[in-house]
Antibody, heavy 117, light 110 residues
Framework: EVQLVESGGGLVQPGRSLRLSCAASGFTFDDYAMHWVRQAPGKGLEWVSGISWNSGSIGYADSVKGRFTISRDNAKNSLYLQMNSLRAEDTALYYC??????????WGQGTLVTVSS | QSALTQPASVSGSPGQSITISCTGTSSDVGGYNYVSWYQQHPGKAPKLMIYEVSNRPSGVPDRFSGSKSGNTASLTISGLQAEDEADYYCSSYTSSSNVVFGGGTKLTVL
């Protein structure tokens, strides 16, 4: 069974940094691209970033480009999102998602990031 | 990258059929057959319902179907059931090699 468990969320002041992690199990992690998707409270889904199986291809939403960095460690079956210069509008539930069939085939339960002073 | 356009809400009675539209541009929906649809119940993570415009993952009922014409994709749910009440989101691959979601549609089963 595919399992994705996000961690690292919390309350952080504007301008500070936070690193999210996603622990994957139940599938061959290094066979799949991975994504981060966020959802602000009461709002819709927003794609944040994606990374190919070998980290050779990486993409970011314009809203986070230059501030967030996605990475993965295939030896540890883990996905990461380094978030710098956080803003109030980054407040959201952050989901880790496994790519499959050109879509996001499996999702974690999310980790909540709150940016507030 | 602007979000894809979906109606804010749709509704239908049990047994009926409904269709949710998802309008983009030639740089996303119209340019690629990489449109996906996700179902999200309150407090839950999204679930993939349709990929590559019209394909259903294993386990998704065949009451759910997808199609595309030009820059607009559609999700149709036939034989509406109470458990189908949820938010639905479309997404597409884009010419920037990124992903864009629609704003979401709240489906109410009357």
């Amino acid at each position: 069974e595919v399992q994705l468990v996000e961690s690292g969320g919390g309350l952080v002041q504007p301008g500070r940094s936070l690193r999210l992690s996603c622990a994957a199990s139940g599938f061959t992690f290094d066979d799949y691209a991975m994504h981060w998707v966020r959802q602000a409270p009461g709002k819709g889904l927003e794609w944040v970033s994606g990374i190919s199986w070998n980290s050779g291809s990486i993409g970011y939403a314009d809203s986070v480009k230059g501030r967030f960095t996605i990475s993965r460690d295939n030896a540890k079956n883990s996905l990461y999102l380094q978030m710098n210069s956080l803003r109030a509008e980054d407040t959201a539930l952050y989901y880790c998602a496994k790519a499959g069939d050109t879509a996001m085939a499996a999702w974690g339960q999310g980790t909540l990031v709150t940016v507030s002073s | 990258q602007s979000a894809l356009t979906q109606p804010a809400s749709v509704s239908g009675s049990p047994g009926q059929s409904i269709t949710i539209s998802c309008t983009g541009t030639s740089s996303d929906v119209g340019g690629y057959n990489y449109v996906s649809w996700y179902q999200q119940h309150p407090g839950k993570a999204p679930k993939l319902m349709i990929y590559e415009v019209s394909n259903r993952p294993s386990g998704v009922p065949d009451r759910f179907s997808g199609s595309k014409s030009g820059n607009t994709a559609s999700l149709t749910i036939s034989g509406l059931q109470a458990e189908d009440e949820a938010d639905y989101y479309c997404s597409s691959y884009t010419s920037s090699s990124n992903v864009v979601f629609g704003g979401g549609t709240k489906l109410t089963v009357l």
